[in-house]
């Protein structure tokens, strides 16, 4: 076992078989594909599902891992989350911090406060993981929560209360949903007995009198436009029912998270481009891609040059650019202020040495 390991009580996580079989009794997921594991949130040693019956069933006792003088219980034994057992002690760590340090941006003045408040939650979360300082670490965690229970134990009932009503409003809109669906049901079924009816009638009043035939028309048609209407009033009555379900009520409690910024669409984005917007178009001359010369005839059909991949662009390129390369420099306004800067450099030189020998005029009285 590692040092890192021994500090922070958790062991080492090895890949393959090891993870396959029980520390304690040696057992093989291979021999026995319903082995399941267990660990405790005291130390994460891993056992099989038996030895934690058979070690624990009688009460608290010490782990049987060698090296672990940790006392566990058999109730705290649950089935591990993640495969590393160092990912689930940090889960589990993280999740106790959070449970204490529960504040939000709006709870604070400044974002450099909530900054502040997420590296302190952060550096304590570091230190249990890493296993420095733990006692102090544990005394001041408890302190923030006992400083401050009023408070964790509003934003735990707030939290609550949010769960809650989302809970109930999605209870609802599927409640909503299987009404809507058993009323079209019986409505389609409703509607599918009416014209089974109706053609029955129809048949019935063709095989005992041809004359009352117009009659009979008349009147189931009568009979399903009236069923048609009853079938639409009772469509608006259930629609004004799934809205009045899913509207708030003017007395119920309606619970909005503050401090957030309006949602602001980003603009696409441009492509990329590696110089920044810079250009290195030439401004002096325009390329071209094909110049007449008798020279660069005979090259571009000249094995020995265009055999290696060798593209006689590259040529004009780097020819265009040496011909063109001084035009933007003009010596004579460069030299002339050196030249100037030189002289003020000269004259400031001169004023300083006079005023090093005593001032203006004060060597001439000497001579």
Not at 38 to 66: Q, W
Not at 101 to 121: I, W
Not at 198 to 219: M, N, P, W
Request: aromatic share 8%.
């Amino acid at each position: 076992m590692s040092k890192a390991a021994q500090r922070n009580g958790v062991a080492p996580y090895r890949s393959g078989e090891d993870d396959e079989i029980c520390p304690v009794c040696k057992s093989s997921r291979y021999l026995s594909p319903k082995l399941r594991f267990l660990v405790n949130p005291e130390c994460y040693h891993k056992m099989c599902e038996s030895c934690v019956d058979r070690i624990f069933s009688t009460g608290p006792a010490r782990c049987p891992i060698a090296g672990c003088a940790r006392t566990l219980r058999k109730q705290r034994f649950r089935t591990p989350t993640f495969e590393d057992l160092k990912i689930e002690r940090e889960v589990d760590v993280r999740r106790k911090v959070a449970q204490v340090f529960n504040k939000e941006e709006s709870d604070f003045e400044t974002l450099r406060a909530f900054n502040n408040y997420l590296e302190e939650m952060e550096v304590i979360t570091f230190n249990l993981l890493e296993g420095i300082d733990v006692a102090a670490t544990e005394r001041k965690l408890a302190a923030y929560a006992a400083q401050n229970a009023p408070m964790i134990a509003q934003k735990d009932a707030k939290a609550a209360k949010e769960r809650s009503n989302q809970n109930a409003q999605q209870a609802a809109q599927k409640e909503q949903a299987l009404l809507n669906r058993s009323a079209a049901d019986r409505a389609s079924m409703s509607s599918i007995a009416e014209r089974e009816e109706s053609h029955k009638q129809r048949f019935d009043a063709l095989a005992v009198a041809q004359a009352d035939t117009k009659v009979v028309l008349k009147k189931s048609t009568a009979r399903r436009t009236a069923a048609e209407k009853a079938r639409d009033k009772q469509r608006q009555q259930q629609q004004q029912q799934s809205q009045q379900v899913g509207a708030p009520h003017d007395d119920a409690e309606v619970y909005r998270i503050e401090g957030l910024k309006a949602v602001v669409e980003a603009p696409p984005e441009e492509p990329y481009d590696p110089f920044g917007g810079s250009s290195f178009a030439p401004s002096y001359y325009t390329l071209q891609s094909h110049y007449d010369h008798s020279w660069l005839d005979k090259a571009r059909s000249d094995p020995s040059i265009v055999a290696g991949g060798y593209d006689l662009r590259e040529y004009y390129q780097r020819t265009m650019l040496e011909a063109f390369a001084g035009l933007g420099c003009f010596l004579e306004e460069e030299m002339g202020e050196r030249e100037h800067s030189r002289d003020g450099d000269g004259m400031v030189a001169t004023e300083g040495a006079a005023m090093a020998a005593g001032g203006d005029g004060a060597g001439d009285d000497v001579l």
